[in-house]
């Protein structure tokens, strides 16, 4: 590219024959002029070599075909049950054939869960900021190759301390598609196809706990080894990995485009090509803390998302909580053996199934008639909250249905009924309240789902601890109405958030959304 600027000697000769006072001030002058052009200059040249996508460029994710859509849509909700039922799976191991092998107490057996649960603490904090630096793809091969590996040591472990270290480590790398599962729907849906798409992934979350139970306890009354029960997890795992490998391709859209200016600048040989995510000279030490401490900063600085994801973990730890209730309610009130007991799990899964029907007829054409209404703009994220609205009571009102007809001498289909309404509430709110994180932080969702993950997985692995403590000491009744009083008080938080989140958002650094105000049509 040839200079626009006349050569350095032409303006010092201009200037040798003006009067001293003029040469004291105009080559400063002009200098100053010359390096705001070539500034100038510069940037119009880099934003003439940046990589961008096409309006019909097939490497967006955005201009897939919807077959490809679903279909890898289907793929991430498999990754998260998988992981979800290696969660639950060993829960009717504990009372009988571990128990009997390694002699623990139920207290130690609760571990099972909790130190599994409590790796989903650990993982997020590097897989959802890794992913949104080296892409989707090769952070859940990565994290699978090992998680498979943890799977086959609990499977081949000879004591109970190896066989919590390698729930605790399968834990930490099984949480990769907690954050990045999410975020693969993201990346492909628009917002106003996302909200569907995400209705049937939320169903992963659920099933696979609920489903571990009744695998493991059938498996436990037929007499087949505990060890049988990790090796089928195993070879989940492994099949898993294998169609990931296989069938997913780079969905986050920064990555994709250094690649192409990769190519680009390979095919050119000019290196003046260049991607935004490339272009960024961080430091090491500024990295390490985007990857590790963004998560925990947007968590505990942004109070919007805070109170989201004590909503959320809240609810995620009462699901968890009942893989212990459970048992004691029926095992031990109904006298049920361990299959039979698994089986009550299952009206808490259609509940969520239910939950995600309604969702997609009823839910999805009103936000479809409001993308409309505000195009080329987006809905306000604020929408979003109606359903957790509705949920919210019916959330609470689940514990003291299950809990004031737990009396053995009550039919076990009253408690067992209680499920329909806990999947069906709690399907809503973490739809809305996830539909929510999505809209409101954009690019930034990734580490705002690793900080809810964070957040919720302590609750997740705390709360089947305290349910043997609960239970037996307060007594099913007054434990059930314990949570359902703290789901009472939760009622208020989308109730508020949905006319003040727009002014509580403009004081948050991480959300692009933060212009839109009072659920106005803006640009957002």
């Known amino acids: 590219m040839h200079d626009v600027l006349p050569p350095r000697r032409d303006l010092e000769s201009s200037t040798l024959s003006k009067s001293p006072a003029s040469q004291s001030i105009t080559p400063h002058s002009t200098d100053i002029n010359e390096l705001n052009h070539k500034s100038e200059f510069q940037e119009k040249e880099a934003d003439a070599y940046e990589v961008r996508f096409e309006p019909d460029d097939p490497d967006n994710p955005q201009n897939w075909s919807r077959l490809r859509k679903w279909g890898l849509t289907a793929l991430a909700g498999m990754l998260v049950m998988n992981i979800q039922f290696a969660s639950s799976a060993p829960a009717e191991l504990v009372a009988g054939p571990l128990k009997k092998e390694f002699g623990f107490s139920l207290e130690v057996g609760a ?119 990790f090796w089928l997890l195993a070879i989940f795992v492994g099949v898993t990995l294998i ?77 968890y909580l009942v893989f212990e209730a459970y048992p004691i309610v029926f095992s031990l009130g109904h006298k049920m053996n361990p299959g039979i007991s698994g089986l009550m799990f299952l009206p808490i899964f259609l509940g969520t199934v239910a939950g995600c029907l309604v969702y997609v007829w009823y839910w999805n054409p009103i936000y479809d008639r409001l993308s409309q209404e505000y195009a080329p703009n987006r809905v306000p994220p604020e929408f979003r909250l109606d359903i957790c609205i509705y949920a919210a009571p019916l959330f609470a009102l689940s514990f003291f249905w299950f809990g004031w007809t737990s009396y053995p001498s009550i039919s076990f289909w009253a408690p067992m009924m209680s499920g329909l309404a806990l999947g069906f509430s709690t399907l809503w709110i973490f739809l809305g309240l996830i539909n929510y994180i999505i809209d409101s932080y954009l690019f930034a969702a990734a580490s705002a789902l690793a900080g809810c993950t964070v957040m919720r997985s302590l609750f997740g692995a705390s709360f089947p601890l305290l349910a043997n403590q609960m239970y037996q000491k307060l007594g099913p009744r007054w434990a059930s109405t314990l949570l359902g009083c703290i789901a009472l008080l939760m009622i208020p938080i989308p109730i508020v958030l949905k006319p003040y989140g727009p002014a509580v958002k403009k004081r948050s650094g991480f959300s692009p959304t933060a212009r839109t105000v009072d659920g106005q049509k803006g640009d957002v």
Not at 155 to 172: C, D, E, Q, V, W
Not at 183 to 192: L, R, V
Not at 266 to 286: M, Y
């Open 243 to 319: 169609l990931l490998v296989l069938v997913l391709p780079e969905t986050y859209a920064p990555v994709i485009l250094v690649r192409k200016a990769r190519q680009r600048r390979k095919e050119t040989g000019d290196p003046r090509w260049w991607a935004p995510l490339e272009n960024r000279d961080v430091p090491l030490r500024q990295r390490l803390e985007t990857v590790l401490a963004r998560p925990f900063k947007m968590t505990l600085t942004d109070p919007m998302l805070f109170v989201i994801n004590l909503y959320m973990s809240f609810a995620y730890g009462c699901i």
């Open 111 to 229: 571990l099972l869960i909790s130190v599994y649960v409590a790796g989903y603490c650990v993982g997020p904090l590097f897989w959802g900021p890794l992913s949104e630096q080296y892409g989707r793809r090769i952070i859940g091969i990565i994290s699978f190759t090992f998680y498979t590996g943890f799977e086959v040591g609990c499977a081949l472990s000879p004591n109970t301390t190896s066989l919590l270290i390698f729930r605790f480590l399968g834990g930490i790398f099984a949480a990769s598609p907690l954050t990045n599962s999410g975020a693969i729907i993201a990346d492909m849906w628009d917002a106003s196809t996302r909200g569907k798409a995400l209705a049937l992934y939320a169903l992963a979350p659920f099933a696979g706990p609920l489903l571990g139970p009744i695998v493991g306890g059938f498996m436990t009354v037929a007499g087949v080894s505990w060890r049988w029960v």
